[in-house]
């Protein structure tokens, strides 16, 4: 029974983390946006200058994508790999894994 419940209490547990992450970082991303664009000089740009791009990317955004893939890989690799479960939980597995895939390799 634990067995069955363990790769959605994983997919939970990530989904948990990327939401806290998302609330802890929105207001910072913002503040330094603003900040940036604030520093600027209006007389530095010229008609073509295109705006700034936003606050640096963090390296607490990799830590956080790493995390997670490292909680949904293994998890899924485990459905996959150990044949007990049923088909939808195979489905939710291959999912996760081509949905990481891709996000990797963009």
């Known amino acids: 029974m634990l067995l069955s419940l363990f790769p959605r209490l994983l997919f939970t547990a990530a989904v948990v983390l990327l939401g806290l992450w998302l609330v802890a970082m929105l207001p910072v991303s913002v503040e330094m946006a603003s900040e940036r664009m604030e520093a600027l000089d209006p007389d530095e740009l010229g008609e073509d200058a295109a705006p ?3 606050a640096a990317p963090d390296s607490s955004k990799l830590v956080v994508q790493v995390v997670i893939t490292a909680i949904l890989l293994p998890s899924a690799l485990f459905v996959i790999l150990s044949r007990k479960f049923h088909k939808g939980s195979e489905k939710w597995a291959y999912g996760t894994v081509a ?3 891709g996000f990797w390799l963009v």
Do not use: N
């Open 99 to 101: 949905t990481l895939l």
């Open 52 to 54: 700034p791009a936003g």
